[in-house]
């Protein structure tokens, strides 16, 4: 499948052998998962050159992970969806993202052929940008010294993100995942250069907000693999109707209420009361308020809440 997103101006393949090159390119390789400041850096400058030199700008990234492939017990969960990240990859101004199913029996390509028929034949790279620490090929056995001899074997050549300009910007996936895993929002936003989000389509819940004043619209998300916050209160909003509107959202299992050990991502909306049913929403995390708790009655869960509002309130009231 070809997809032209002439919003995004961005050219999205689901495999390698899709992508037929018009002109000499620009290449980065890697999951960016998050595409945070680092990953921000490097896009940067893969679009920087290709307009300087009149060349494309191509990343080749992987679908599933290669870990999910490869370590499929370790239930790895991921920052970004296939689809956000594609949509922030055209944000950095990147032409062409080429998204190649990643298997056991791909695994399996020698270093030579990785480059040979996929940086040089298929995507013709004149250049590629790639960090430091980029491995390659059968068991991830080849090094960028390795890509440096075959970059003058078939004349590119290969940019390399130094261990020091990495560390200048001292962050990672892995560090991204471990704040939202902890709930750390706004350290993660920092990471990011942006808010984090997730999206999925309102499904009906069992409606025990507007009982107690607070009905809510229940996110479900069909990615298992997308990383989740944890469980607490969070200050959050969501464009509706072209309008930013702001709310708190419980991610968790609601144990004042229920015995069920589910996890739900509610969001109160303030000030708002349109139906949402099946609506396709994206949720933009700010500021996390509390951790989930049990309390001892609904009187107490209300009062609670009643003071997550204004504090969400609060929030959306001051000036950015």
């Known amino acids: 499948m070809h997809l032209n997103t002439e919003d995004l101006e ?11 090159a018009t002109k000499k390119a620009v290449v980065t390789i890697g999951t960016f998962d998050g595409v945070h400041q680092g990953h921000q850096k490097i896009l940067d400058r893969v679009v920087s050159r290709a307009k300087t030199e009149g060349l494309t700008s191509v990343l080749l990234t992987f679908f599933p992970h290669p870990r999910m492939v490869l ?3 370790h239930d790895l969960k991921l920052i970004n969806t296939i689809e956000e990240r594609v949509e922030l990859v055209a944000n950095q101004g990147v032409e062409n993202v080429v998204i190649h199913p990643f298997s056991k029996e791909f695994s399996r390509t020698t270093a030579y052929d990785y480059v040979k028929n996929i940086l040089v034949d298929q995507l013709s790279a004149k250049v590629v940008v790639i960090g430091y620490d980029h491995r390659f090929g ?28 990495v560390q200048e910007v001292a962050v990672s996936s892995t560090k991204i995942r471990k704040t939202l895993l902890s709930g750390e929002i706004e350290k993660t936003n920092n990471y990011l250069n942006r808010d984090f989000s997730i999206s ?11 009982t107690i004043g607070y009905p809510t619209a ?13 469980a607490g ?32 991502i509610e969001t ?36 609670a809440m009643k003071k997550d509002e204004q504090k969400a309130r609060s929030y959306a009231q001051q000036p950015r």
């Open 10 to 20: 961005l050219n999205t393949y689901y495999n390698i052998e899709e992508y037929k």
């Open 71 to 73: 370590q499929p017990d």
């Open 138 to 165: 059968i068991n991830r056995s080849a090094s960028i010294e390795e890509l440096k001899e075959f970059a003058a074997l078939f004349d590119f050549e290969v940019i390399e993100i130094s261990k020091k300009e």
């Open 200 to 210: 999925g389509i309102v499904k009906s819940g069992k409606k025990i907000g507007r």
């Open 218 to 230: 229940n996110l479900h998300i069909d990615e298992v693999y997308k990383l989740i916050p944890a």
């Open 233 to 264: 209160v969070y200050v959050t909003s969501s464009f509706i109707n072209n309008k930013r509107v702001y709310g708190m959202t419980n991610i968790g299992t609601n144990p004042t209420v229920s015995d069920e050990a589910q996890q739900t």
């Open 268 to 303: 109160y909306y303030i000030d708002f009361n349109e139906d949402l049913y099946n609506r396709k929403m994206e949720l933009f995390f700010h500021k996390r308020l509390r951790s989930e708790e049990k309390f001892k009655d609904l009187e107490d869960l209300v009062a």
